[in-house]
């Protein structure tokens, strides 16, 4: 079962701190570029994979990104702490 990320709404202060980066390329090595560091996450055949970012405290990379209205993601490949 996919996981539950919160919708992005306007109105929302809390929902507000999470932004989608939908173009990040995944090295041959399983390691993702972000924001001046590099994190491993699980092995995949795909050539990019969607982060979903919450501003200035931590990112997980997903196979693709969440769809409305639930907002269920996909598979968590990774995630690491900013």
């Not at 929302?12 to 001046?36: E, K, M």
Request: aromatic share 8%; glycine share 4%; hydrophobic share 35%.
């Amino acid at each position: 079962m996919g996981q539950h990320f919160p919708a992005r709404r306007q109105n929302s202060p809390r929902l507000t701190a999470y932004a989608y980066d939908q173009s990040r390329c995944v090295n041959a090595d399983n390691q993702i570029d972000f924001l001046g560091q590099s994190s491993h996450i699980a092995p995949t055949k795909r050539a990019s994979i969607t982060l979903i970012h919450r501003l200035l405290r931590q990112f997980w990379a997903v196979n693709q990104p969440p769809s409305p209205p639930l907002n269920i993601g996909s598979e968590i490949l990774g995630k690491d702490s900013l």
